[in-house]
């Protein structure tokens, strides 16, 4: 044990230093980190509430909608495992900090979009930041809390504030959205993203694998083209017709390619996604429920929003303060559960996260939740209890048993996998909802509309109650999903596969990190 650079190291195996770091900066290292998750989870919900305003200044149609949500998921999802990779090779704090100013500048970006068309393109920018900031991010907590204990409280602390943050940006962004406008939304990330940059430069200490993986191009090409075509077959199949030779050409593009994606996965040596991985049942089930419940939760934020403004006529400040009781459950629920999923495991936070946000769909499905307001408000409860008990077990599942070194991949996987299934949910909810979704949202506006009790408000908030059912039912397929994925991935026989799986991986010699000052 030795000294360096103000920092207590110790020798580990293959004669490999790693800085040990005293606790209180470890948790500063691990605060710096919860800032770059706040302001991208944040960002995500926050953009919700603003819909329906921006959709009035720029005219813009539901499709259009849901690309200003699904091309930042798209292009943050295809590029987090990449950026992953990128940190363990070329450094996790200077990836990191890339990743930041880029972020901050498409923050800006947004802020000044002129139509809907630049607002995307900025959005593009911000996810491409955003790709180096949450996976690295995760590194950096792995590498720097090295007890398994004391490790799973700080991935407690993680999935804490991602809860948080997802739920409580309804909130946020009514306040910004009424008080100053759908601009200021980015505004917000602005201090927080600079703060961040500064802070990360001053305190958290540099690291990278010694024998990183190598860059995937074709892997990284084949998902970016396997997400996107996906993406848009479900998005504009409901205003093109799901026969349309777009749709179905786009359809047969993304199955192409992602038949194309796992053969060349099978057969690379250092492929984009190690598929030793998916051999862990752990952490193959931490990535299906990952993408079940972040469907669920897009998909909620994206009917609620456009139902509590667009149906009953409330402001966004309002429709968030009607979202409060889903971001103050979530908010209460999440650490408890990041202290649960460290003492009990995994499983019973899954399976109260999955029965939980089971009856909360069932409660809009079976018996039109959202007409009244008390089963409106309880299932808002409901959904927030399930959706902050699920982020700390998801985390800590696909990430624990892992080797160290490949850190910054597998947690990629898991925030991949966190931002596939937003953008599957925005997709195939507003899908689903369609045309007579829209169509009931524009009557309510109208003169009688929700917010003055006249008779087309009855009309256009029935229609768009009939709309929404099914997509409820599909939010209730994969709330079943979390449960039944939690109880048996996360049994003792699943365990022995990651116990198999990581020694496995450990094989390669890459397998212990290095930190340089």
């Known amino acids: 044990m030795y000294r360096y650079n103000g920092y207590t190291a110790t020798t580990i195996s293959l004669g490999?230093?790693?800085?040990?770091?005293?606790r209180r900066r470890r948790l500063l290292v691990l605060a710096i980190c919860c800032m770059s998750l706040l302001i991208v989870s944040l960002d995500n919900t926050v953009l919700n509430v603003a819909i329906p305003a921006m959709q009035r200044d720029f005219h813009a149609s539901m499709s259009g909608l849901q690309w200003t949500i699904d091309a930042y998921l798209i292009v943050l999802a295809g590029l987090m495992i990449t950026s992953g990779s990128t940190a363990d090779r070329l450094g996790r704090r200077r990836v990191f900090q890339v990743g930041l100013t880029l972020f901050t500048i498409g923050s800006l970006l947004c802020s000044l979009a002129p139509t809907l068309g630049w607002l995307i393109a900025a959005r593009v920018v911000q996810a491409v930041g955003g790709s180096m900031l949450n996976p690295v991010a995760m590194s950096i907590i792995?590498?720097?809390f090295t007890e398994p204990r004391e490790r799973a409280r700080a991935i407690g602390v993680w999935g804490g504030v991602v809860g948080i943050s997802m739920a409580a940006g309804p909130l946020v962004g009514g306040v910004l959205v009424d008080s100053v406008g759908w601009r200021s939304i980015f505004w917000l990330n602005l201090p927080i993203g600079l703060a961040a940059l500064v802070l990360t430069r001053m305190f958290v200490p540099e690291s990278r694998a010694p024998r990183p993986r190598r860059p995937d191009p074709a892997g990284q090409l084949l998902m970016i083209v396997t997400l996107g075509t996906l993406t848009y077959a479900i998005i504009e199949g409901a205003a093109l017709g799901w026969t349309s030779g777009i749709v179905l050409g786009c359809a047969a593009v993304a199955a192409v390619a992602l038949a194309l994606f796992v053969l060349h996965a099978l057969r690379a040596d250092e492929p984009l996604i190690d598929v030793?991985?998916?051999?862990s049942l752990p952490f193959s089930g931490a990535t299906l429920i990952a993408i079940s419940a972040f469907a669920a939760l897009a998909g909620f934020l994206f009917l609620n929003s456009i139902y509590l403004q667009s149906v009953r006529g409330l402001s966004a400040l309002h429709a968030g303060l009607y979202l409060l009781p889903m971001a103050a459950v979530t908010g209460v629920v999440a650490p408890l559960s990041g202290r649960l999923t460290g003492s009990r495991g995994p499983r019973l936070p899954l399976q109260l996260a999955g029965v939980t946000m089971l009856a909360s769909a069932l409660l809009f499905a079976a018996f039109d939740g959202e007409t009244r307001d008390g089963t409106l408000f309880a299932a808002y409860a409901l959904f927030g209890f399930g959706f902050g008990m699920v982020n700390s077990p998801i985390t800590n599942t696909a990430v624990?048993?892992?080797?160290?070194?490949q850190a910054?991949?597998?947690?990629?996987?898991?925030?991949?996998?966190?931002?596939i299934g937003q953008a599957?949910?925005?997709a195939v909810f507003g899908a689903v909802v369609g045309v007579?979704?829209?169509?009931s949202a524009h009557g309510?506006?109208?003169?009688?509309g929700a917010g003055h009790g006249g008779g087309r408000a009855v009309v256009a908030s029935a229609a768009f109650v009939d709309a929404a059912r099914p997509a409820y039912w599909i939010m209730a397929g994969c709330a079943a999903a979390v449960l039944l994925l939690g109880t048996i991935t996360t049994g003792r026989r699943a365990v022995r596969t990651a116990e198999r799986a990581a020694a496995l991986a450990a094989t390669d010699t890459s397998r212990s990190p290095v930190t340089t000052a």
């Open 142 to 144: 792995t590498n720097t």
């Open 276 to 279: 030793r991985f998916f051999r």
């Open 408 to 419: 910054g991949v597998a947690a990629a996987v898991a925030s991949t996998s966190r931002q």
């Open 16 to 22: 490999v230093r790693v800085p040990e770091t005293g």
């Open 424 to 426: 599957l949910g925005v």
């Open 436 to 439: 007579a979704g829209a169509a």
């Open 400 to 405: 624990s048993g892992m080797p160290r070194a």
């Open 444 to 448: 309510a506006t109208g003169d009688g």
